[in-house]
């Protein structure tokens, strides 16, 4: 169409108050897996499949070519039905669960100085309706395209892509697409990623009891909250060396509760996405730091030794010797997601790792296994959706007309990129991620008070427009 970047722009306004009351419904939804309420009809739990429904009742208001695929993802098309050639944006309606330090109602959408909060502002509900409204516009504009626009919205990025190989196995695949699911201007790389979880029974022994430990929800967020309930004859002994402990190490906050043969103890973190666990602070491994001093026993003793020394405060895996780092995808990087420990019970250490090309997952299972004491009885195996490096080359027409696009609407300067962080865009031999969070913009995803601000709805829509109509015809 030729048109530029303001005359996008100025197309784009006239949606902006039409997408904001749109995402704020799709925002108030909940949408955070759970299996313990999940049906045939819900297979991930009533929260995902009511913005799933939420957004195709939206595609069907609007116009759209509009199908389900059992439950899990939803699709909804323009342009030919008879295309030979498509181009898929590939979206996530699931959200992290909120988690702790939110000074705002997480589900309840707020804006406040320019900012739009609510979890799932930026990931992924903010930028996956910004590419819905960016292709209604198209839509709405007649614009000619050579080849069929398809909006893929999954339920289960957060966890295990429940759903997304197969509707692509039995739909179809595109010819290229992307997701916009991260940042700006383009990442065309993602590390490799693998869950490796440790099991083990919850024995005990020592003149200290761990009853319990607790940090962690989900895989790919480094935990902002610990707990511990520990016994002991004298639990006034824990309170002293957790004085000593608060006193040298300032990064983390704790309380801790006693009674007259027991400690509970709370540790304060901060939570980030668990792909870049080295902008956090672990709080579980902080707790396990200072539990590890005292006189424990059996798994107990192994369980906070390899937390509290083996893995702690060391994202990039030095100490176990996991640690690798290659040009094009730079360093492995690992996050202890979910730590539990309850007594005479199954528990589990989650360790995600994200990694360049230069390793594998049988390399990091023999560096786990030697930061793992002796007497810690233990099983390792993979668990979840384990993921290759995957790779589409700088001089890819999909990588360079996004990237021409960015510098057209932006004046800045583009260069691919590569992340630790796993988006949908990977599912595509010809995918990638492209936004939708601007350069300078804080990244609060799996964050508490997350945000997208208010004026790149509409930036970004316009720039998302360009972009898919150039895909659609020329690329």
Not at 202 to 222: A, Q, W
Not at 402 to 414: I, K, M, N, S
């Amino acid at each position: 169409m030729n048109k530029k970047p303001a005359e996008w722009m100025s197309e784009a306004l006239q949606y902006e108050d039409d997408l904001l009351t749109d995402l704020k419904m799709m925002l108030e939804i909940p949408s955070v897996r759970n299996d313990a309420e999940a049906t045939d009809d819900a297979p991930l739990g009533p929260q995902t499949k009511a913005a799933l429904t939420a957004w195709e009742d939206l595609a069907r208001r609007d116009g759209f070519r509009v199908g389900d695929y059992k439950g899990l993802v939803g699709y909804a098309e323009v342009g030919p039905e008879d295309a030979e050639e498509s181009i898929d944006i590939i979206g996530h309606l699931d959200v992290m669960p909120a988690g702790e330090g939110w000074t705002k109602e997480p589900f309840k959408p707020v804006i406040e100085d320019g900012r739009l909060y609510a979890r799932g502002a930026s990931d992924d509900k903010g930028p996956s309706m910004i590419a819905y409204y960016a292709v209604k516009m198209l839509k709405d504009m007649n614009v000619p395209m050579k080849r069929r626009v398809r909006l893929v919205m999954g339920i289960d990025e957060e966890s295990n892509w429940t759903g997304m190989k197969e509707f692509f196995e039995e739909v179809g695949y595109p010819t290229m697409g992307f997701s916009p699911d991260a940042e700006f201007p383009i990442i065309n790389g993602e590390k490799g990623q693998a869950s490796h979880v440790i099991r083990f029974q919850g024995t005990n022994g020592g003149s200290f009891k761990l009853v319990s430990f607790k940090s962690g929800e989900r895989f790919n967020m480094v935990p902002g909250l610990a707990e511990a309930t520990v016994e002991a004859m004298d639990p006034k002994f824990i309170e002293t060396g957790l004085k000593r402990y608060l006193a040298t190490e300032k990064r983390i906050k704790a309380e801790i509760e006693t009674s007259e043969h027991q400690a509970h103890i709370t540790f304060y973190g901060k939570q980030v996405h668990g792909a870049k666990p080295e902008t956090g602070e672990n709080a579980g491994t902080y707790l396990a730091n200072f539990l590890q001093q005292f006189d424990f026993g059996g798994n107990a003793k192994g369980f906070l030794n390899f937390l509290g020394t083996a893995v702690h405060d060391d994202t990039t895996a030095l100490r176990i010797g996991a640690i690798k780092h290659d040009d094009l995808m730079g360093n492995l990087s690992m996050n202890v997601g979910i730590q539990e420990f309850t007594a005479d019970e199954e528990g589990l250490i989650n360790l995600n790792f994200r990694y360049p090309k230069n390793t594998n997952n049988d390399e990091i299972r023999a560096a786990i296994e030697s930061g793992l004491d002796d007497d810690f009885d233990v099983t390792i195996a993979i668990e979840g959706n384990a993921q290759l490096p995957h790779y589409v080359p700088g001089d890819d027409p999909l990588v360079a007309t996004l990237l021409d696009v960015y510098r057209q609407h932006t004046g800045l300067p583009a260069a691919e990129q590569v992340i630790g962080g796993g988006t949908f865009g990977r599912l595509l031999d010809r995918g990638v991620a492209f936004g939708a969070m601007f350069e300078g913009v804080p990244d609060t995803m799996h964050q508490a008070d997350e945000f997208y601000p208010v004026a790149d709805l509409t930036r970004a829509m316009a720039l998302f427009a360009d972009a898919i109509e150039r895909l659609a015809n020329e690329a």
